[in-house]
Every structure is written in C-alpha cells, then in structure tokens.
C-alpha cells in the first residue's frame, strides 16, 4: 500500500480525511499532529486515541512549540506586528512552520503522498501547498475537503456514516489554538455583521477583579513577569496567557483579503500576544529613535503581510528578521500592565535605555540641553525650504 502522511488536528475536515484517505482511496494514513504549543497532554492523548479509532496506520505527535517561537513568534514581537491592526497572526503564522513540520515528516517515513484538510476558499490551502511544492515536490498533494467542495454538514453526515463519534455541535465552530492565540470560525464569521457569540470563545470570563502585572523584556524578548524569570519565552508567554486569558482579553474579530483575493472574516482570541505585543511596542517608543520607529513599521508591516501570505521560506523575510533583530539591542525593561475583564492597560514603563531621561529636558516643561537662541535658528533652518516655496509661489489660500 502506498502511504499518505495527514496534517491531522482531530477536528472535522482532517477527520474526514482520515477515514476517506484510507476507505475510499485505499491508502496507508500516517497522521501527523503539528503541536505549535495549542494543546494539554490529555487533548494530544484524545487526539491520538482518536486517530487510531479511524483506522490510521500510525500517529505521530511533532512538537514545534520552540521551533515556531524561535522562527516566527520573536520577530512578530519584535515588528509588532498586528494585520490590518488588528490581528496577531495568530493561526498564519504557525500554518507554515506546521507544513515544514509535515513536508519534513513524509520525507522521514517516504511517504508517496502528503494530504492536508483546507478548504478551496481560504488561506491554509496556499500556505501547506506552497510549502509542500518547495520541499517535497516529488509527494503529490492530496486534498479532499477542497476537490470534493465539500461543506461541513456533509463532512458530518459522511462521519455519522462510517460510525465516527464525536461532539458534532462543537465541530460547528473551527477552532485553531496555539502559542500565539486561537482562532474561531463559525457561521457568524461568514456574515459582515454578526459578532460571534460568547460560548464560542473557548476561554470564558473567569477573573473580575483588575491585577496589574510587571513584564520585563531583555532585547525584545519576554524573559520575566512581576518576581519570576523564564530562561525560555515561550514559558513566559504561556504563563502570562494563564493569567491575562481568563479577563477574556484580546477577543476580536479580524477582516482582511485572502491570499486568494477575497474578503475574509474570523474571531479569534489572544490575550497574552496582544498584552505582549503592546507592552513591546510602548517599551519601543521610549528607547528607538524616531526613524527606528518609522522604518521598523514600514518593514514590519511588509514582513507581517508576507508571513501571513505563507512565504517564510522567501530569502528575503532573512534579511528582513536581520533588520529586526538589529532594533533590539535597547530594548530592555520593565512594563506596566493593568489586566481588567474585557481590556486591558498599559501603564507606563521603566528602562535605563529611556530616551525620556529628564537630562537633557522635560517635553512642554524645560530643557537643560540647549538656548532659546538655538532654537529659534533651529526654527529658521528647519523650515527654510518652505519658506522659499511660499515667496517664490503664489499662496494666497494660506493667507486669510
């Protein structure tokens, strides 16, 4: 029998492709889950009991966690990058390193096939084929949910069919969780206007009572939360989810273009990325200098658009990570963060690289660094060219 490796995250689609990849095409299923830090030792446990229930051949659990912080996550902190300023690439930026995963998981086992569950209107289906066509282009790619248009009422009555259990109602919901947040796609997501309900959020309102909580950064990176250091970020970004998540911070809902050139739609939650990536950026804005500032958000902004279309891989997103990493050498020091139900509040910050030091001035208030005669040549200069441009042209709309 030939042999197939599956993306399989347990959910609907992969589901569905586990039992018609072996029953229908006749092949020896490899299901491989992609673990970029979204799940707790009893879900991996369901998941795998659950692969082998549809007849798979074999299950294979491939942690990444690391991996996707070290290749993706630190440089979207390091660019603050929110899509369409709003979305923390929370699902985008994993699907890549989780096709890397896999393309690398067929090569160990000489898999003849590499299948994946996307569907033909989204994202996933260009991000896991891009990468499958650069890495393994001798594996054909298979892709049931696409090729048979398929929509989830018939995914679940195919199920129902071949005697699959599961909590179809929940399955109602897509829902994609990692490291960097979970994403939430429903029926209301495929309106324009209908907010997803509150049970659809897989964290509920838990803490009441507002916490302020101190984050330490060390060259961009999240290395400390109030008393205690992480000798790995990723453990201090787990620890500060486990904190900020139950106040149901950073719930939204994300609308943006498809790498295929539609509008889409999606909620998602991400509490600890979006307290991380704001904290970063007001840390930023006191220790960068202006034109740090502004070059790090034209290239951050391309960068975040690039990732998010699924090119990691392009030679270029390197030189671009170069350019990040480069800012971050002052960027250490403590954040003040106020956590309440449904927001949350960064207060203020405190680096020895702060270039609000009162040595050289007070803003609106007094300054020790220069004369009031040097700045009224400073003024003369500075704008001089505009001067110019207005004697020699006719300004008379400026004139009233």
Request: one cysteine or more.
């Amino acid at each position: 029998m030939k042999k197939v490796v599956l993306a399989f995250s347990g959910g609907l689609d992969t589901s569905y492709c586990a039992i018609y990849l072996a029953q229908e095409l006749g092949l020896e299923v490899y299901s491989a889950i992609v673990d970029t830090g979204g799940f707790s030792e009893e879900e991996l446990q369901e998941i795998e009991r659950r692969a082998y229930a549809m007849g798979v051949k074999q299950h294979t659990h491939l942690n990444e966690t690391d991996n996707f912080y070290n290749s993706c996550i630190r440089y979207l902190v390091f660019g603050n990058i929110l899509k369409n300023n709003t979305y923390p690439l929370s699902v985008s930026a994993e699907r890549v390193t989780q096709a890397i995963s896999i393309a690398n998981h067929a090569k160990t086992i000489g898999a003849d096939y590499v299948a994946h569950g996307s569907t033909g209107a989204g994202n996933d289906q260009v991000r896991f084929d891009m990468v499958f066509q650069a890495l393994i282009p001798e594996v054909e790619i298979i892709t049931p949910i696409r090729d048979k248009r398929l929509s989830r009422e018939k995914e679940i009555a195919y199920l129902k069919e071949h005697g699959v259990e599961m909590d179809f109602q929940k399955a109602q919901y897509s829902i994609n969780k990692g490291i960097w947040g979970t994403s939430v796609g429903g029926k209301e997501t495929l309106t324009s206007h209908l907010p997803l309900p509150e049970e659809a959020y897989p964290t509920q309102l838990s803490k009441t009572e507002p916490e302020r909580v101190t984050l330490y950064f060390e060259k961009g990176e999240l290395k400390g939360i109030n008393e205690q250091t992480f000798s790995n970020p990723v453990e201090a970004i787990q620890h500060l989810q486990e904190m900020a998540a139950p106040f149901a911070i950073g719930r939204d809902i994300h609308v943006g273009d498809t790498i295929i050139g539609i509008k889409g739609r999606v909620g998602f939650e991400a509490a600890a990325p979006m307290v991380i990536i704001k904290a970063h950026h007001t840390l930023e804005k006191h220790v960068l200098t202006k034109w740090q500032l502004y070059w790090k958000d034209q290239l951050s902004a391309w960068y975040g658009n690039w990732l998010h279309e699924g090119q990691l891989l392009d030679p270029t997103m390197r030189d671009m990570e170069a350019f990040l990493e480069s800012t971050q050498q002052n960027v250490t020091g403590k954040v003040f963060v106020l956590l309440a139900p449904y927001r949350f509040q960064v207060e203020g910050i405190e680096s020895a690289h702060d270039l609000m030091s009162d040595k050289f001035g007070s803003y609106g208030e007094m300054n020790r660094a220069w004369t009031s005669d040097d700045v009224k040549g400073f003024a003369k200069i500075f704008g001089n060219q505009t001067k110019l441009y207005h004697s020699v042209n006719s300004t008379e709309e400026w004139a009233k």
